[in-house]
């Protein structure tokens, strides 16, 4: 994707932690010739050669699912918060714009077996339940729910490049008390980002 170079975010720790936090994301390829994506988690964590890769399932029913074969490369887009940006907010006279966080993962895919994609649904249950006031496990299943499981495909995604970008007006760091006390008054995502301009303030 196009970053300008004083938006892009090379920090692989900062970028994973992202990752690890937004893992919802969307799965793109392509299906003749035009553009396939689907939402779904996408979970980061590492293969048997310790490589970074992304860890996901989609149905069979899915178009997508019929072309996604061993070493097809794909794209995968994560979003963080993002608010429109006034420009009665600055100092002085400018368009107005948006500040976001994204990252763009590249990589080559992996079909994984049926043991896998177990594994890695249980992970993804436990993971997620952790919140919950009555965590459920696959392990309390009967046989006729988990053979839903047979309706679905999973896959790693061994990640070849990230593209990261943190666009929160930092060319305009005079105006960011004003940007900031101003997306403070709205609301989650508009707090969500000005949570993480505070977190870049000297």
């Known amino acids: 994707m196009f970053i300008p170079e004083h938006y892009k975010n090379n920090d692989i720790n900062e970028i994973h932690d992202f990752l690890k936090s937004n893992s919802f994301g969307i799965l793109i390829n392509t299906i003749n010739g ?29 178009l997508q699912s019929k072309i996604l074969i061993d070493g097809d490369e794909v794209l995968c887009i994560f979003n963080g918060p993002h608010s429109y940006i006034s420009s009665s907010w600055y100092q002085q006279e400018e368009v107005p714009t948006w500040n976001y966080i994204a990252v763009h993962v590249y990589g080559t ?21 952790q919140q919950s006031e009555h965590p459920i496990s696959l392990n309390d299943m009967s046989d006729k729910t988990m053979r839903q ?3 679905i495909i999973g896959f790693e995604i061994e990640i070849n490049d990230i593209q990261a970008v943190n666009k929160l007006s930092q060319g305009r760091s005079h105006d960011h008390p ?3 006390s101003e997306l403070e008054k709205q609301g989650p995502s508009e707090k969500a980002v000005a949570d993480e301009m505070k977190k870049r303030m000297p």
Do not use: C, F, M, R
């Open 34 to 62: 035009k553009p396939w994506g689907t939402h779904i988690p996408l979970e980061l964590g590492k293969n048997s050669n310790d490589a970074d890769v992304l860890v996901g399932h989609i149905a069979k029913a899915n």
């Open 109 to 129: 895919v992996k079909i994984q077996t049926s043991e896998e994609l177990l594994t890695s649904l249980h992970e993804l249950v436990n993971k997620y339940e």
């Open 149 to 151: 499981v047979s309706g």
């Open 178 to 180: 004003k940007i900031i």
